[in-house]
């Protein structure tokens, strides 16, 4: 039988919060707490991928309760908001590292943006432990207004699909619902895996974010607005 360090995996660190004023309020508001362990976990997921927009924030390696306050993010900062409401809870989480080529981001981001972009993304996944067995969780990374939006788009596309923030074998049919298995809509786009970690910021501190540097400044100063301005569009149909 697999056992887990459960310990370690609640944890709070500086990445996952989950203490900080804002998560708790949020998670009393919501009363996750008080629902049996499937229904907090199908609540929690059902929150971070369609209240919390799919966009770019300042950094991968923010705290969940920045991420909360900004009300958007992408995989990496999703999965950490993810992890802390998880992990305050009480249901043991950890990161699943990788890289996915940038060809998956085409779209969502253009032009200068997308030639700044390193060839292999920094990206993760979230692994739940649920009813004795870690569960891989990434459906939640594009939220339903913006996905329904590409589904009008390629609506007549067939076949694998890889491009504004998608990697997935069927556009049309992803496995983003919850109902107790894996969910994905990244997983195709995955080209070199790093495994498992505790937590972001062991991952992070190994393997470092996306941009360092100028590249990160301009990023941070004029980059992410475009990119941001580009995924609105895009959900509104434009």
């Not at 991928?49 to 900062?77: K, M």
């Amino acid at each position: 039988m697999t056992t887990i360090d459960t310990p370690t995996l609640l944890r709070q660190t500086p990445i996952l919060d989950h203490t900080h004023p804002r998560i708790q309020a949020l998670v009393a508001q919501r009363g996750w707490r008080q629902l049996p362990e499937r229904e907090r976990i199908d609540a929690i997921y059902g929150f971070v991928r369609d209240e919390i927009a799919f966009g770019y924030n300042l950094a991968d390696d923010l705290p969940a309760s920045r991420v909360l306050a900004d009300g958007i993010g992408q995989c990496n900062t999703k999965g950490t908001l993810f992890m802390a409401l998880l992990r305050a809870c009480g249901i043991p989480c950890r990161l699943h590292g990788f890289t996915i080529d940038k060809a998956l981001q085409k779209g969502a981001i253009t032009g200068i943006a997308y030639q700044l972009a390193p060839r292999s993304i920094v990206h993760s996944w979230v692994e739940v432990w649920f009813e004795g067995r870690w569960l891989e969780l990434e459906g939640f990374i594009l939220d339903g207004a913006y996905l329904r939006a590409l589904q009008r788009r390629f609506a007549t596309h067939q076949g694998p699909f890889c491009g504004y923030g998608a990697a997935t074998p069927d556009l049309q049919r992803p496995p983003i619902d919850w109902r107790g298995g894996n969910t994905y809509i990244q997983k195709d786009g995955i080209n070199h895996d790093f495994g498992v970690f505790d937590d972001p910021d062991a991952f992070y501190a190994r393997h470092g974010a996306n941009l360092s540097g100028l590249k990160r400044w301009l990023f941070q100063a004029v980059v992410r607005r475009w990119m941001n301005r580009n995924v609105a569009r895009i959900r509104a149909g434009g």
